[in-house]
């Protein structure tokens, strides 16, 4: 523990006179504050005593039973504690990448929300760590099912006296920032239904990179290829629940490690069953090794896509199967699945709608251009422009060429038209901004006035790869600066196309406006 006392001095934790080989560290697990006010000079024994006033503990490794086998796969480390250590089985949720089109795994969702509704707040505390795929719905997930939450926070990129020196610094100006007498006169501690952990890089000699496993007194140790933020989860987790595994990935390789390795409990894996989460040959061999299957009954929830529900009140709009208006006398605007949320929705609104659920759920270019219609307006976006100025995009090819030839955009993964959009006479449009974009080089932009500006595009850039030059002038773009207000539109000034008839007749019954049935190619 040599080197342990030396980072701790060359940090500023303790004096320069202080001998690392007289200090007596704790266990594995126990708090070092007190060996550290014991040793510490006088100005930084007044912010380790404010800090543990506070109920701050620092420990070499996790408290508890965990620490030796969270050791073996993490290395020995320090951690942490701002609020103290949680009381409470550590419980982790663990999923494989879902991919860009979340809103479509209503059952993965639908594991999420059942396992909130078992979770006991009393007993349990969820663990979560930044990057991981469960950890961007797990705050929210808290909020709205009432969880205690410890959040696991890594740094690999720091040296471990920068680590420690970065940590000293932050207390400093939190202790000069609070009046910590008056902020806790009672000296007790309220433990916070939200709590964290700070873990450093590794303490004395790192455990050697491997490719694939390895074995550390006679237990199976998980590759330090993997990524941290899983190994961490699944290492402390007194129960993990994995909601979805690819084979042979990360995650599928962690849990098969944990399952091998006798220092955890039996049963304390659980596999989310089905072949969009856990595959059966998946769930086979990790129940085979002690895994327990978990299925569940994904309800039906309700969206854009469902038929619509007869009224008899609502005065639907015709479709049709012809294009009223000649080539040249209306701009085309494509709508486009989204993969987050909608303009101006927030990141929590667009979360709750995923695990409540709700029926806004579907992200689909169809819900888009539903949306687009209740709400009688196209919101204009800064994505992609150059001085990030916010306008709608419009095309003034025809219909049926832009449906023959759409393209893959690799850089932005994703087509550049989609089947779904509508048509705005181009003289509607005018009379509201609508220009078409000047196509240029970076020595026209910067000729250009600023009113010109948001209508400019480069002509020509690289794909990503710099393998193929993209000519964008082919998509003969215009553009409004703002939002375009379609209330104003009447029944002859704008119609909406979709390339199924099932879809034409859900949309006519919302729909101020006719609804033009075109093929998608």
């Known amino acids: 523990m040599v080197e342990l006392g030396e980072a701790f001095v060359a940090s500023g934790w303790l004096g320069r006179k202080v001998v690392s080989e007289s200090l007596s560290w704790p266990d594995d697990g126990g708090d070092l504050l007190p060996l550290l006010l014991d040793a510490a000079h006088d100005k930084q024994a007044r912010l380790l005593a404010w800090s543990r006033r506070n109920g701050a503990k620092l420990t070499l490794g996790w408290p508890g039973c965990e620490s030796p086998r969270v050791d073996r796969w993490l290395g020995p480390r320090l951690m942490w504690w701002p609020r103290g250590v949680p009381e409470g089985r550590k419980v982790a949720w663990a999923s494989s990448r879902l991919g860009r089109a979340i809103d479509e795994r209503p059952d993965w969702f639908a594991v999420l929300r059942s396992a909130a509704a ?3 707040p009393a007993r349990d505390v969820l663990l979560t760590a930044p990057s991981t795929t469960v950890d961007r719905f797990l ?12 959040r696991v926070h890594l740094d690999e990129r720091r040296s471990l006296v920068d680590w420690l020196t970065r940590l000293r610094r932050q207390l400093w100006r939190s202790c000069l920032a609070h009046d910590a007498e008056s902020s806790h006169a009672s000296g007790a501690v309220v433990e916070s239904a939200s709590s964290e952990v700070f873990v450093s890089p590794t303490v004395g000699q790192a455990l050697l990179p491997v490719s694939c496993s390895t074995i550390q007194n006679g237990q199976e140790c998980p590759s330090d290829n993997l990524p941290l933020s899983d190994r961490v989860l699944i290492a402390a987790a007194d129960q993990v629940l994995a909601l979805q595994v690819r084979s042979n990935g990360n995650l599928h390789q962690l849990l098969r490690a944990r399952l091998s390795d006798s220092a955890w409990p039996a049963a304390s894996v659980w596999l989310a069953l089905g072949e969009a989460l856990v595959p059966l040959e998946v769930a086979n061999e990790l129940q085979s090794l002690g895994a327990v299957g978990w299925w569940l009954f994904v309800e039906h929830v309700s969206n854009v896509l469902d038929p619509p529900r007869e009224t008899g009140t609502l005065e639907t709009c015709p479709t049709t199967t012809e294009m009223p208006w000649p080539d040249g006398n209306y701009l085309v605007h494509w709508t486009r699945r989204r993969d987050g949320p909608w303009p101006g929705q927030s990141e929590a609104d667009f979360i709750d709608d995923l695990l409540l659920p709700r029926e806004t759920t579907s992200h689909s270019a169809f819900a888009a251009l539903s949306r687009i219609v209740q709400q009688r307006r196209l919101v204009a976006s800064a994505a992609g422009i150059r001085g990030d100025e916010a306008v709608v995009s419009f095309s003034a090819h025809p219909l049926r060429e832009l449906t023959k030839h759409r393209t893959f955009r690799a850089h932005r993964g994703r087509w550049d038209y989609e089947g779904y959009g509508l048509c705005v006479r181009r003289e509607w449009l005018q009379a509201r901004g609508a220009k078409p974009v000047i196509y240029g080089d970076d020595d026209q ?8 500006r948001p ?12 393998a193929k030059t993209i000519d964008w002038s082919q998509e003969a773009e215009w553009r409004v600066p703002q939002d375009v207000n379609l ?10 196309f979709v390339p ?3 879809e034409a007749q859900q949309l006519a019954a919302i729909s101020p406006w006719p609804v033009l049935l075109a093929p998608s190619r």
């Open 118 to 120: 078992k979770f006991d």
């Open 139 to 150: 705050e929210r997930a808290a909020i709205l099912f009432g969880l205690r939450r410890l």
């Open 445 to 452: 932009w910067l000729t250009l006035p600023n009113s010109d």
């Open 455 to 466: 209508f400019f595009q480069l002509k020509t850039t690289r794909a990503r790869g710099g």
């Open 487 to 496: 209330s104003e539109a009447r029944r002859d000034d704008l119609l909406l």
């Open 500 to 502: 199924t008839q099932a």
